[in-house]
């Protein structure tokens, strides 16, 4: 049964950095893209970043380019995201998600229970 | 703004069928095969119901169905039941990014 278990939330000040991960298992997670999805309180889901399977093709929503890092480690069976000069806007649940089939970067399939980030003074 | 367009909510009693829209353009809903719908009850992660359009995954009920037409595709929910209510997100694969893109949601609620 695939498996995705995300960790790192937590409060931080307006400015400072953390990073996500993602634990994946159940799968072959060297053969999948994956995403990272977020949803503010009360609000609907925003793509926020994808990779491929090895990490060649990536991606960033505008709200969070040249802020936000993805990566990932095979090895590891982990997927990350390091948030730099977090706001406020970008207090939501954060989502690591897999895509449906090996080598596609579409289709997302199979969601974890989420991270939650809150940025605050 | 969310890049595709759904109406924020649909509303139908038990037994009958409804009918979620999602909106875009060439560049994503109209120009590829790669519609899905996601169901996410409060406080809970959200989960595929329909993906490629019109395909369910394996433990999904029949009542759910997708298409498109142009633009814009649609999600078909039959024989509406109370464990239905829920909000209904659309995604598709985008050239411009070449990953997903969202709609804003619907939330549907079975009177």
């Known amino acids: 049964e695939v498996h995705l278990v995300e960790s790192g939330g937590g409060l931080v000040q307006p400015g400072r950095s953390l990073r996500l991960s993602c634990a994946a298992s159940?799968?072959?997670?060297?053969?999948?893209?994956m995403y990272w999805v977020r949803q503010a309180p009360g609000k609907g889901l925003e793509w926020v970043s994808g990779?491929?399977?090895?990490?060649?093709?990536?991606a960033y929503a505008d709200a969070v380019k040249g802020r936000f890092t993805i990566s990932r480690d095979n090895a590891k069976n982990s997927l990350y995201l390091q948030m730099d000069s977090l706001r406020g806007d970008d207090t939501a649940v954060y989502y690591c998600?897999?895509?449906?089939?090996?080598?596609?970067?579409?289709?997302?399939?199979?969601w974890g229970q989420g991270t939650t980030v809150t940025v605050s003074s | 703004q969310s890049a595709l367009t759904q109406p924020p909510s649909v509303s139908g009693s038990p037994g009958q069928s409804v009918t979620i829209s999602c909106t875009g353009t060439?560049?994503?809903?109209?120009?590829?095969?790669?519609v899905s719908w996601h169901q996410q009850t409060p406080g809970t992660a959200p989960k595929l119901m329909i993906y490629?359009?019109?395909n369910r995954p394996s433990g999904v009920p029949d009542r759910f169905s997708g298409s498109r037409s142009g633009n814009t595709a649609s999600l078909t929910i039959s024989g509406l039941q109370a464990e239905d209510e829920a909000d209904y997100y659309c995604?598709?694969?985008?050239?411009?990014?070449?990953?997903?893109?969202f709609g804003g949601g619907t939330k549907l609620t079975v009177l």
């Open positions: 998600v897999k895509v449906l089939r090996p080598f596609y970067h579409y289709d997302m399939d199979v």
């Open positions: 159940g799968f072959s997670f060297d053969n999948y893209a």
């Open positions: 990779i491929n399977w090895n990490g060649g093709i990536i």
């Open positions: 060439r560049s994503d809903v109209g120009g590829y095969d790669r």
């Open positions: 490629e359009v019109n």
């Open positions: 995604s598709s694969y985008t050239s411009r990014t070449t990953f997903e893109v």
